[in-house]
């Protein structure tokens, strides 16, 4: 069966500081990948998406940065954390196999920036 | 361009009583849609999903949802609430075949009284 892992769980960091957050895949081959952002009364909010190794999608423009290094690892990042990063990240996965498109979440990483 | 709109931000059930959340979508073509559930501070879980066939479908924890394409609703119920439903419920809708992204729904809060 396929899981979804992402770390760490939970982050502080202050503003300016980098960021990296980590997304894995495991019992899968080729999975579409995607990194939302869930802030407070705002649902969920599509910030990238892959299809493939180094393919990148980038939905909403801002100082974050996806790389995917390997067919299901998925990481997030930025050089620099503003306040209005601040939020529930989710990793997120798919594939057409069987001509489905559901998308199965991980766990999520709740950051503070302060 | 594709949209989702659940009207309710918060919705309070007595414990045992029947429960509809509703779903409204905007989309150019047949949909594929979805209904998640989320606990505080966990990632997004599949109840249920439509993508052709009978419209009423059936899903985990004894959920169900009927797809009402005159009125572009796709509407979740549960017959009888337990205090364990308290989540926050997201609606989704995407392309049936194909590579796209979802589009999600801001989510209804759901509420269960003693």
């Known amino acids: 069966s396929q899981t979804i892992h992402q770390w760490p769980a939970t982050l502080v960091q202050p503003v300016g500081s980098p960021l990296s957050l980590e997304c894995t895949v495991e019992?899968?081959?080729?999975?579409?990948l995607y990194w939302y952002r869930q802030a407070a009364g705002r649902g969920l909010q599509l910030l990238f998406y892959?299809?493939?190794?180094?393919?990148i999608s980038s939905e909403v423009p801002q100082n974050l940065s996806a790389s995917r290094p390997q067919d299901r690892q998925f990481i997030l990042s930025s050089k620099k954390l503003l306040l209005s990063d601040s939020g529930f990240y989710l990793c997120?996965?798919?594939?057409?196999?069987?001509?489905?498109?559901?998308?199965?979440f991980g766990p999520g990483t709740r950051l503070t920036v302060l | 361009a594709q949209s989702v709109t659940q009207p309710d931000i918060h919705i309070t059930v007595s414990e045992g009583a029947s429960l509809e959340l509703r779903c409204n979508y905007s989309?150019?073509?047949?949909?594929?849609l979805f209904w998640y559930v989320q606990s505080p501070g966990q990632g997004l879980q599949l109840l249920l999903k439509?993508?052709?066939?009978?419209?009423l479908v059936q899903g985990i924890k004894g959920f169900e949802a009927e797809f009402k394409r005159s009125q572009s609703s796709f509407n979740l119920r549960k017959p009888s609430v337990h205090w364990s439903d308290a989540a926050e419920y997201f609606c989704a809708v995407g392309a049936i075949s194909g590579y796209s992204t979802l589009t999600f729904g801001k989510g209804t809060m759901l509420l269960v009284s003693p």
């Open positions: 019992g899968t081959s080729n999975p579409n």
């Open positions: 892959s299809v493939g190794i180094g393919q």
């Open positions: 997120a996965w798919s594939t057409l196999a069987g001509g489905r498109n559901e998308q199965f």
């Open positions: 439509y993508f052709s066939g009978d419209t």
């Open positions: 989309y150019g073509a047949t949909p594929y």
